[in-house]
């Protein structure tokens, strides 16, 4: 049982690049979430999903696309990087809060990646 | 609307001594609160939560967390620090009436340093 996954830990792009974030989660949890970490600001949601084929946008979602094809499997992308999205990304999963009545709904958090944009 | 607000940006103590770390909310409704602690170069992990039931929670490695609706107060105690406690510490506000996972605050976070 690995939890939540994240990959790749480290990256480094050049404006302009694209890339991909991949988490996964073998926890069988309806709702998936990434996160942006930058000091003195807590996390900040990017987007989220509520369950297979679902995603919707958080507080910080512009310069950022994710996709959720499978259950397990929750991808974010950015497009053209810009030397803002500097940050630690966080992936998170979470069973339906509203299902679960409040004790499931915590969250279970990836290692994170550190993503330099130079 | 909900927030939540970490009135302490840093907390230092001697290892030995008390932590308290505080955590002030607002929400419209009944929230869960959570507190997630982060050790450097780490994913966030729980440490504890209240979810309206017993309002002193305990958590792991000897936290705990009295919920004060009156004072809309959660903050976070450990009678005696210990080296391994120096991290950083959120405190999180979740409404369990949405589905909706924009209904899930976080706070700016506390770092706690445990001097010697």
């Known amino acids: 049982n690995a939890g939540v996954t994240q990959t790749p830990k480290f990256r480094v792009l050049k404006t302009g690049q694209s890339m991909t974030l991949l988490c996964a989660q073998d926890m069988n949890h309806e709702y998936m979430y990434w996160y942006r970490q930058d000091p003195g600001m807590g996390l900040r949601l990017i987007h989220y999903?509520?369950?297979?084929?679902?995603?919707a946008k958080g507080e910080v979602p512009d310069g950022y696309n994710v996709s959720r094809l499978k259950k397990q499997n929750f991808l974010l992308g950015l497009e053209s990087a810009a030397p803002s999205q500097t940050s630690v990304y966080f992936c998170?999963?979470?069973?339906?809060?509203?299902?679960?009545?409040?004790?499931?709904?915590?969250?279970?958090f990836g290692p994170g990646t550190r993503l330099t944009v130079t | 609307a909900q927030s939540v607000t970490q009135l302490d940006s840093h907390v230092s103590v001697s290892e030995g001594t008390p932590v308290l770390l505080r955590c002030n909310y607002s929400?419209?409704?009944?929230?869960?609160l959570f507190w997630y602690v982060q050790h450097p170069n780490k994913g966030l992990q729980l440490l504890l939560k209240y979810t309206s039931a017993a309002t002193l929670v305990k958590g792991i490695n000897g936290f705990e967390a009295e919920f004060k609706k009156s004072e809309t107060s959660f903050h976070l105690t450990k009678p005696s620090a210990h080296m391994s406690d120096a991290a950083e510490y959120f405190c999180v506000v979740s409404d369990p009436g949405y589905s909706s996972a924009s209904k899930i605050i976080f706070g700016s976070g506390t770092r706690l340093s445990i001097r010697p």
């Open positions: 998170a999963s979470s069973f339906n809060p509203r299902l679960a009545g409040g004790p499931g709904s915590e969250q279970y």
């Open positions: 999903s509520v369950g297979e084929g679902t995603t």
């Open positions: 929400s419209s409704y009944s929230p869960s």
